[in-house]
């Protein structure tokens, strides 16, 4: 082709090219969403363990949450809920 456009054959390769990577993209994102899934059900499973122990799931899941926040944070917002409080004569 004079024009420098591009022929059929290589628009056909370059979309077998991007195919085949869109194709790859979704795979992986297939196996990861498994492995969470996965993951997901391992939680679950301690969850159960530790109530079958009588721990409180909703207490331990509270813990799990502060214990991810930056302590500035939590200390801010530990200082924020006892400031509500006692604004509430709590």
């Keep these: 082709m004079a024009d420098g456009a591009p022929s059929i054959d290589q628009l056909a390769g370059a979309s077998s090219v991007a195919a085949d990577r869109l194709r790859s993209f979704i795979e992986r994102v297939e196996r990861l969403e498994e492995d969470k899934a996965a993951v997901m059900n391992d939680i679950k499973e301690v969850f159960a363990e530790a109530k079958g122990e009588g721990y409180d799931v909703k207490t331990l899941r509270q813990v799990i949450r502060l214990r991810k926040m930056d302590r ?15 604004a509430l004569g709590e």
């Excluded at 500035?72 to 006692?86: I, K, V």
Aim: aromatic fraction near 6%; hydrophobic fraction near 45%.
């Design 72 to 86: 500035a944070d939590r200390q801010e917002m530990e200082a924020m809920l006892e400031l509500y409080l006692s």
